[in-house]
């Protein structure tokens, strides 16, 4: 599917006045589609447009630019990871709430320069991948308390600096090819 630019509401349903077009979906991936630069959620008839969703993995859309991601994180209130990979324009996460969510992982996101967790809420995340996010310099994550596993690798200094901090409960860190040490 290279060619695909935009998907709204023909895939999630959220056009009709019925229910979301795949009610039991659980692993949707969507991988190497090179053209995609919109994916939008916009849902005036319902709060949950994948109620069943537990993981979600988006890989090699570099051109991606618009994911509406607050829009469609809170549309997931079962999604328990979530894996982000080649988002070559994605330049801020800032999510709102992830109530499920136990494992994040960023990669190969060059781009990527502010991560705000300020007014979300990870209240079961317990791992954290970011490899190859060379510009994060910007990470704002107070909350992140239950993190036990944290894995950096090909960021800045600023990034580790600012995880540490907010995660006291560790238990496992591996850092591997820094930039700043």
Request: aromatic residues 8%.
């Amino acid at each position: 599917m290279p060619n695909v630019e935009f998907i709204g509401s023909e895939l999630t349903g959220t056009n009709q006045l019925t229910v979301a077009a795949f009610p039991s979906l659980e692993i949707p991936r969507f991988k190497s589609m090179h053209g995609w630069e919109v994916w939008s959620t916009k849902n005036e008839v319902s709060d949950v447009v994948f109620p069943c969703l537990r993981e979600l993995q988006i890989e090699d859309c570099p051109k991606l630019i618009e994911v509406s991601l607050k829009t469609l994180l809170l549309v997931l209130p079962c999604l328990r990871k979530l894996v982000i990979v080649n988002f070559l324009k994605m330049i801020e996460f800032s999510p709102e709430a992830l109530p499920a969510l136990e494992y994040l992982h960023f990669e190969d996101m060059l781009g990527w320069k502010t991560w705000s967790t300020n007014d979300a809420v990870f209240p079961c995340l317990r791992k954290l991948h970011i490899n190859n996010c060379p510009e994060l310099i910007d990470v704002s994550a107070e909350a992140l308390p239950p993190l036990r596993v944290l894995e950096i690798a090909g960021c800045g200094n600023g990034v580790l600096r600012s995880l540490v901090r907010a995660a006291s409960s560790i238990i496992k860190l591996d850092i591997k090819a820094y930039w700043g040490c």
